[in-house]
Structure formats: C-alpha cells, structure tokens
C-alpha cells in the first residue's frame, strides 16, 4: 500500500491539469515533451514552453488538418510548426474551428515531416479524454523528469497512458435506492463510478426484471439540451421518455444512462458543432472540423454494467445497429432490436437523414 499515485491516477490529474491551464510532461524511451491544451493555454506559459526549443509545434487530428487543407504525414495526425511571433490568438484559430469561414486563410502552415509523431498522438489522446478540443501545443524536450521535477508538473509515462486511454473504464457500484417514477412506481437507480473517478454513470431498473431472460434494455448517452430543455434539434429527449415508457408498460427494464454528452465529445464541443451546423454543415462535418471523429462514445460501459447487474442477454431498444454489434463484441447477447422511432420534428429532419445516410442509424 502506498500513497503515491498510479498511472492511472496520474492520468486522472493530468486531465485536470489540462483543463485549467497546465502543462503536462509526457515521456518514452527517448524523449519527452512538453503538452499543454491549445483551449486554456495563457500567453506566459506559450513563451515558457517555446524557451525549449524551436520545436514547439501545434498536434492536430487529421479530420482538423483536412479542414485546414494542410498535408497528414502521420497518418491521423498533423504537426504544424509554430511561425516566429506566433500568438494565443492564431494557436486558438488553429485548434477551434470558430471562425474559419470569417478567418479561412490561416497559412501558409508547415506540417512536419521528421521525426516521431507518438507523443503528439499522445497529446491529443489525452486532451480528447479531457473533453477539450483535440489539440495539443507540444513542445519536445530533452530531460523531461527534470522539467516536471523543476515546475511540479504531472509525468505520464507513454507506454502506461496509451494502454490506459484504450482500455474499458472499470465500473464500480457506489450506491442504489428505490425511485419510484411516473412509467411505473417501482423504480431503482443504481449510480457506477468509473476506477479514474471520472462522470458516473446510472441504470435505471423497472420492476424487477427476470435475469434468466432478455431484459428490454436502452442505453442512452446523456443530453442534456435533449433531455433536460427539451430540444428540438435532436431525438434524443423523446427517445428517453418512450424508452422509460415502453419498460413500465412491460413492468421492466434496464435503462443504462451513459454521461457521454455529443456522442462522446463533451456538451461544450457539441455546442460548438451546434454552431457550425448554423454555418451549413451536417453533424458529422461539424464533429470533423473540430477534429472529432463521427462517434466518440465508449458503450463499453454499457456491457460492464449489465454484466455487474447479473444480465447476459438483452433486448435493445435502439435505431443504431452499432450499438448491437458493440454489445456482442463485449459480451452481452442481443436477442433483439426493437426500434424506437420518436420525436422527428421539422428541425432535426436533416440531422436524422444524416445520422442515416452517414452513420448507419436505421430510421
């Protein structure tokens, strides 16, 4: 038993640290680096992190660099070389998609050839778990025990945080108690709490459901401009309620209430997609030009819950044939798709036609 942290512990503050404005060290083998997230990053800590070096650079996704029609060399993600006199300003114009159609030409910008990409890869890995834009001022320096030693900055080594940012979270029960509800008085909410202490998560179980049977089961990922204001942009608020319903009518079921805002992106990165979608584009192109890939959600989290809830097999109310696979793949037997086409309004029509012709979804 010690006090000092673990690895993942140490990730766990180091997306903290992100968050509000620190830099973070990162190292391998044979280098380190220097990350700091472009969205909070201040002006004295941008000239403390070039005094490295000349290589302090800008590590984007290939999705943001495509937007910025800047060359990929590392596959699915782009290192732009900082110009002389660089400032806040141009870094934020590089990262956040803002104001790209009233500030388009941001060049002419230099992506890197040389050397490894791993530690870039890195940055933006773990500024994406922090729920910031996925962009990551990097800034390679040679001693990077001794840089984190001198400034009381987190260490993350890269070979521990990889493993960690792929692998499922690990749910643990934290409480549960009787909630009876309009869809059926015999309601019980169960909260989970993921071994980082990141957002928990819930299950909501109807009645006393048959484990040795498919329960009817919906795992739907939180929206809060859906479900709490009633939002006409989206499905998501109507999906709720006829999910709760559809389990009272039976007299049971699970509905698992995953915090996944914006399809894994964070409620402040879907507003910013919200925005561009005003600018014209569809909600995949929107997830892209912030450097989202179309679906950032882990429904990992799903299958551990019902497994720790005593479920092996489910029925799933569902238009997104995805979320079946995912939970094959992970253990938990589909029985069932039942779809659960609600809330088509005239202002989430072309959002749904994308979800379909893009994403798969079955509407």
Known sequence: MTLTPDNLEL????????????????????????????????????????????????AITARRAVTLKTPVYDGDVARIALPANVDIAWIVAIADPATDLNYPMKGPLKSLR?????LHRLAIAITKSARLLPAAVVSIVADPMGVAQRYGLTLIQQSYA?????????????TEARLPLSVSERG??????????GEEHYAVE????DRSKPVLTRLHSACFTGDVLGSLKCDCGAQ??????????????ILLYLNQEGRGIGLANKLRAYSLQDQGFDTVEANHRLGFEDDERDFRLGSSILKSMGFSTIRLLTNNPAKVDIMVCNGIAVSDRIPLKVGHTEQNREYLAVKSKKMGHIL
């Open 11 to 58: 990730l766990t503050r180091a997306q903290g640290d992100l968050r509000s404005g620190l830099a973070v060290v990162l190292c391998d083998e044979d280098q380190g680096a220097l990350i700091a997230s472009t969205e909070t990053l201040c002006s004295d800590r941008l000239v403390a992190m070039q005094a490295y070096g000349p290589k302090t650079t800008i």
């Open 114 to 118: 040389e050397g490894c990409a791993d």
């Open 162 to 174: 990889v493993s960690l940012l792929k692998e499922g979270r690990h749910l643990m029960p934290v």
């Open 188 to 197: 019980r909410l169960h909260v989970f709490r993921p071994d980082d202490g």
């Open 206 to 209: 109807i009645g006393r459901p």
């Open 240 to 253: 709720l309620q006829a999910a709760l319903a559809l389990m009272g009518e039976e007299g049971s079921g």
